[in-house]
T-cell receptor, first 113, second 114 residues
Framework: AQKITQTQPGMFVQEKEAVTLDCTYDTSDPSYGLFWYKQPSSGEMIFLIYQGSYDQQNATEGRYSLNFQKARKSANLVISASQLGDSAMYFC??????????FGAGTTVTVRA | DGGITQSPKYLFRKEGQNVTLSCEQNLNHDAMYWYRQDPGQGLRLIYYSQIVNDFQKGDIAEGYSVSREKKESFPLTVTSAQKNPTAFYLCASASGDRAHQPQHFGDGTRLSIL
């Protein structure tokens, strides 16, 4: 069964505007972690932000914030003040046991000048 | 600097040949992982290891083998049994005792068939 669903294959955003990337997840484990990674065209995976299932507040890291809605099993990434360097593929991932990560299919973000 | 080193960056395999991808980390992480990524898709787990001399199959282990003789090293062999090996391979490591710690990735190896 699909554990992580990213329904937006590609998105365009104007420079300096905000963009929201959707992620929904499925797990019956009460303890889990949610991660977002950025993959530029060069291929490396860059860790952006983490949200734990027991965290009371939404995670923030610079221009990245995570809109965590536990009841809806949703963990959307918000990138504020988009920059040209934000153009990349973005992956949502979940860890719920054995420290393994399950990845979504990814969303390609293209920032326009 | 601490990090994960994958080599080579590009690798070509002939029919019937086994090839080995190297992954070394100096982060003192207990857990290590191998992923396969096909164009435009997400990552799929091949094998993982939480401790030296122990490893488990991931979702797509057929045609691959690994070893974990040292904490720092987790090489992946793509065997001739893997009929469609062309892909981007990523190695990762993580601190095994803290679930909130992210996995750190190497820069990847691109494997192609000659």
């Amino acid at each position: 069964a699909q554990k992580i669903t990213q329904t937006q294959p590609g998105m365009f955003v104007q420079e300096k505007e905000a963009v929201t990337l959707d992620c929904t997840y499925d797990t019956s484990d009460p303890s889990y972690g949610l991660f977002w990674y950025k993959q530029p065209s060069s291929g490396e995976m860059i860790f952006l932000i983490y949200q734990g299932s027991y965290d009371q507040q939404n995670a923030t890291e610079g221009r990245y914030s995570l809109n965590f809605q536990k009841a809806r099993k949703s963990a959307n990434l918000v990138i504020s003040a988009s920059q040209l360097g934000d153009s990349a593929m973005y992956f949502c991932a979940m860890r719920d046991d054995d420290y393994k990560l399950s990845f979504g299919a990814g969303t390609t973000v293209t920032v326009r000048a | 600097d601490g990090g994960i080193t994958q080599s080579p960056k590009y690798l070509f395999r002939k029919e019937g040949q086994n090839v080995t991808l190297s992954c070394e980390q100096n982060l003192n992480h207990d857990a290590m992982y191998w992923y396969r990524q096909d164009p435009g898709q997400g990552l799929r787990l091949i094998y993982y290891s939480q401790i030296v001399n122990d490893f488990q199959k991931g979702d797509i282990a057929e045609g691959y083998s690994v070893s974990r003789e040292k904490k720092e090293s987790f090489p992946l062999t793509v065997t001739s049994a893997q009929k469609n090996p062309t892909a981007f391979y990523l190695c990762a490591s993580a601190s095994g005792d803290r679930a909130h710690q992210p996995q750190h990735f190497g820069d990847g190896t691109r494997l192609s068939i000659l």
